[in-house]
């Protein structure tokens, strides 16, 4: 067949070439080895943690590199797409620090190798799909769904593979005659690609991720273009990371399969292929067993669960690299107070079968991050969630800024801080008793003590505290308030022989402990008191003496 005559027939608008496209998206002038890298989401409006997972290698890698990362929006499928879903997922992605040099942005293009949105693309896929019309490499089907499903049906009785290709390519080898005719008839049809490939063969690939592969020949004549002319995934895939220059494709695992596909299409188009990176799936443990989460069953996949769980965006980022690579946590450990952009993120380090998600290891991470952050940071931080997520909690914090950060500031800076926060909703339940408004007697005062040694021991702290003392002068004055008492103030000695003594002056501090904060645990007493001041720990103690 004169494959001229098919080419023009197929696409007589189109009159530019590949030389032209070439000359529209020129080789990028980066440095040797800078990484050009590429989000390519549908908008479908679920950003999920599988997508931070792609973002955030793309973007280490990117940007560690010198290189850059683009965002491509993938709308080839009219049907899945929501409105909003391009705004969702930039902003669901910045907030995790991942930001794009170029490409979609919410309501246009930023960069010289656009259009960023595939159904802008439409002519630019043509210039492709005429040129493999030219090559004998592409050709028309005009097969209806009932002929496709008849086809399906005969294969499975026959017990032969499934899909378009060798004698069941019925379109294949067709006369220009015949082809001719549908088109005049004006039968909708879809462009195939002509596949050379055998299942017989076995191609050798190297992923950065799954190392050395061998993956069986693509003998399937998929479709490139839909009956509409618009792109499958496939065609798009290479005509696009070609001309955007991209140099490393990073995806999810479950494009493996089409990969031969993928790489037949990358020779016949004349183009070299990027590296490939795919990424094992995230799993979870479901009872004794693992499996890949599920956007159904597991709400914890969702990009928004984190955030209104409370999870600060450096828990969810510090967590995922634990996850990504195996090294990070040693890395942590030897530099606890170095900003996470400083590790070296590499994808060696990432494990090819996938990566197994457990909250319980994030909400450990997240203690860690958030034990680190200064008190002004917490607060920050804190506010910023309570004003979306707890409004009773943020007019408390504004109200009173310096004496909340003097809150959140207790056991924070030392070499071991306290690590009292997974999410920020441990905050109220921590600090409420400041608050005159939520103060509540929640805890009571273990039976074995007499109620007069607790009122004793209450009116002599009162008679005695002072909070100009630091806080050896205060614990020495308590420790008196013990030995008044027939309690023990030495715990050594306390330990060797308790029933020689009432208590110890640990059980005196807990007497104050429920008269200030109403529980018998809190944070440190003496920093609790001298933030409450003197007037209040006054009160406190006065309004719990006329309860006993
Ligand atoms: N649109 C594809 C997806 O969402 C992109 C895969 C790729 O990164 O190439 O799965």
């Not at 797409?81 to 902003?91: F, M």
């Not at 170029?102 to 960023?116: C, R, S």
């Not at 210039?127 to 089907?141: I, S, T």
Request: with cysteine; hydrophobic share 40%; charged share 25%.
């Amino acid at each position: 067949m004169d494959t001229n005559v098919l080419a023009n027939l197929l696409f007589p608008h189109v009159t530019l070439t590949p030389e032209d496209m070439e000359q529209r998206f020129p080789t990028r002038n980066l440095p040797e080895g800078a990484v050009i890298s590429r989000m390519a989401p549908s908008p479908t409006g679920f950003v999920h943690l599988g997508n931070l997972v792609q973002g955030l290698t793309s973007e280490r890698m990117c940007h560690q590199s010198g290189g850059l990362l683009f965002l491509r929006v993938e709308d080839t499928d009219a049907k899945r797409e929501v409105p909003g879903a391009v705004q969702t997922l930039i902003e669901g992605l910045r907030h995790y620090n991942i930001n794009f040099d170029e490409g979609a942005t919410i309501d246009g293009d930023a960069g010289n190798y656009g259009p960023y949105r595939q159904r802008q693309r439409v002519e630019i896929y043509h210039v492709y799909a005429k040129q493999l019309v030219l090559q004998g490499e592409a050709y028309p089907c005009f097969c209806t769904e009932e002929e496709l499903a008849d086809i399906h049906a005969r294969q499975e009785a026959e017990k032969a593979n499934f899909g378009y290709f060798g004698k069941w390519a019925v379109w294949r080898d067709r006369s220009i005659e015949e082809i001719k005719a549908e088109l005049d008839k004006g039968t909708p049809y879809v462009l195939r690609f002509r596949s050379t490939g055998s299942i017989e063969n076995k191609i050798k690939f190297t992923d950065l991720i799954k190392g050395n592969l061998e993956l069986t020949e693509n003998d399937i004549d998929h479709v490139l273009l839909k009956s509409d002319g618009i792109p499958t995934y496939h065609f798009a895939h290479a005509v696009d990371d070609h001309l955007m220059r991209t140099t490393h494709v990073v995806r999810g695992d479950e494009w493996l399969p089409t990969l031969p596909f993928h790489l037949q299409l990358f020779r016949s188009l004349g183009f070299k292929p990027p590296k490939y990176l795919h990424i094992g799936p995230l799993m979870k443990m479901d009872g004794e067993s693992k499996r890949k989460l599920s956007k159904r069953k597991d709400p914890e996949l969702a990009l928004t669960y984190y955030r209104a769980a409370g999870f600060p965006v450096q828990s969810v980022y510090e967590y995922l690299m634990t996850v990504l690579n195996s090294n990070f946590e040693d890395w942590r450990r030897a530099n606890p107070d170095a900003d996470v952009d400083a590790f070296k993120f590499s994808h060696k380090k990432m494990n090819p079968a996938g990566s197994l998600f457990d909250e319980a290891k994030l909400r450990d991470v997240s203690k860690n991050v958030i034990s680190r952050m200064s008190a002004d940071r917490v607060y920050d931080e804190v506010c910023a969630f309570a004003k979306d997520y707890d409004l009773d909690l943020y007019r408390h914090l504004t109200a009173a800024p310096d004496y909340s950060k003097a809150i959140l500031a207790i056991g924070r800076g030392g070499k071991k801080p306290r690590k009292d926060f997974a999410v920020w909703t441990d905050v109220k339940p921590y600090l409420d008793f400041f608050f005159d408004d939520w103060f509540q007697i929640t805890d009571t005062y273990p039976e074995n003590f007499a109620k007069s040694d607790i009122k004793a021991a209450l009116e002599k702290f009162k008679a005695t505290y002072d909070p100009a003392d630091d806080s050896n002068l205060w614990f020495d004055k308590i420790k008196a308030v013990a030995d008044e008492l027939g309690f023990a103030s030495d715990m050594k000695a306390y330990r060797e022989n308790p029933t020689a003594f009432g208590g110890s002056v640990a059980d005196v501090s807990m007497f104050l402990r429920v008269a200030v904060t109403g529980r018998l645990n809190s944070p440190d007493m003496y920093a609790v008191m001298q933030i409450l001041g003197k007037d209040r720990v006054m009160a406190r103690i006065d309004a719990m003496l006329a309860t006993l």
